[in-house]
């Protein structure tokens, strides 16, 4: 089902590093690529992955997306809400709704931000106050972020909210068939082997547990999909240009998301880490711009 939704847009500052090498790139020439969805791919010398357009050495992309966000953290959520004009809300309002947690679920809430709305569902629809939320992110300062925010609400001195610093590929410290619902919100595609997240969702839900990934996709609608285009390859970097002093952020943005999965290829991967699916596994949210994807721990 799609919605009816504007696209959502985000700033992501790059190192001055990365801006130089994201000049190569002119809008016309990234339209015309063609993007085969890819994780990585190995060559003689070393495996490689992609960090948006650019081909880079396996084992240096979590660093390059680690320094996006600590560049970011800071302004983060004020420019989440300024460029996307409030439409990541409505998505993540819609995924909480499909995700109706009971009283006293235990979430793992993966790069964040969904577990405010969570423990807001259960205190305002249950009245429950033991359900709980572990947030966990591989950058100190965008947890910090969420920590901060936190301060500011009914949760801050309760023990429904806990944090931590952990990378989704590999989540040490928590435990086997220990949650009830896995979270991620726009995370995934920042990780390098999205296989390992899935794999590692699966180990840390307990039997009958849910997988819920909130990510940008592809746009199901050839007219929709130009306007998009447009929307993405011209329109974001100048407003990155223009609000933010920052068009090699938002380019990097749009990269990021042509290389992710298609819907169907994703739940593929869900599927195969042993997850089950209800249908093809995922909800489309306005025209394939962002999915819904859930698998279940049978
Ligand atoms: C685009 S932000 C999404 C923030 C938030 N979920 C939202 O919807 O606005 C991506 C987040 O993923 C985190 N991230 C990237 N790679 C990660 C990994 N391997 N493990 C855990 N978090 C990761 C980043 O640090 C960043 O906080």
């Known amino acids: 089902m799609s919605r009816l939704f504007l696209a959502p847009v985000r700033s992501l500052k790059l190192s001055p590093v ?10 016309a020439s990234v339209r015309l690529q063609t993007v085969e ?12 992955t992609h960090f948006g357009f650019r081909d880079v050495a396996e084992n240096e992309k979590e660093s390059l997306v680690h320094n996006v966000f600590a560049n970011v953290a800071g302004s983060y959520d ?22 109706a947690p009971g009283p006293g679920t235990k979430l793992l ?17 249950h009245r429950d106050s033991t359900a709980s939320v572990t947030m966990v992110d591989i950058n ?13 609400t009914q949760y801050a001195h309760t023990n429904q909210a806990n944090f931590l610093v952990q990378n989704a590929e590999n989540l040490e410290a928590i435990p ?6 896995y979270t991620i919100a726009f995370g995934i595609r920042n990780c390098t082997h999205v296989d390992r997240v899935v794999k590692e969702a699966y180990r840390v839900l307990k039997p009958g547990g849910r997988f819920m990934c909130l990510e940008f996709s592809k746009v199901d609608n050839p007219v929709i ?5 447009i929307y993405s390859f011209d329109i974001i970097p100048t407003l990155g240009q223009v609000i933010a002093n920052d068009r090699d952020s938002y380019q990097y943005l749009v990269e990021s998301i042509r290389q992710f999965y298609s819907q169907d290829e994703f739940a593929k991967i869900i599927r195969d880490a042993g997850f089950s699916t209800v249908g093809k596994g995922y909800e489309n949210l306005t025209f394939g711009v962002a999915a819904i994807h859930s698998g279940f721990k049978m």
């Open 37 to 48: 969805p890819k994780e990585t791919k190995e060559t003689k010398e070393t495996k490689t």
């Open 18 to 27: 990365l801006s130089l090498g994201r000049k190569a790139f002119s809008s």
């Open 225 to 229: 999909g130009k306007f998009y285009d």
């Open 176 to 181: 086997d068939a220990s949650v009830d619902v």
């Open 140 to 152: 100190p300062h965008m947890l910090e972020e969420g920590k901060k925010r936190f301060q500011k």
């Open 109 to 125: 809430d993966v790069a964040g931000d969904i577990a405010l709305r969570f423990l807001d569902f259960c205190k305002n629809i």
């Open 78 to 99: 004020i420019m989440n809400d300024a460029m996307s004009m409030g439409i990541h809300r409505i998505w993540k309002d819609e995924f909480i709704r499909n995700m």
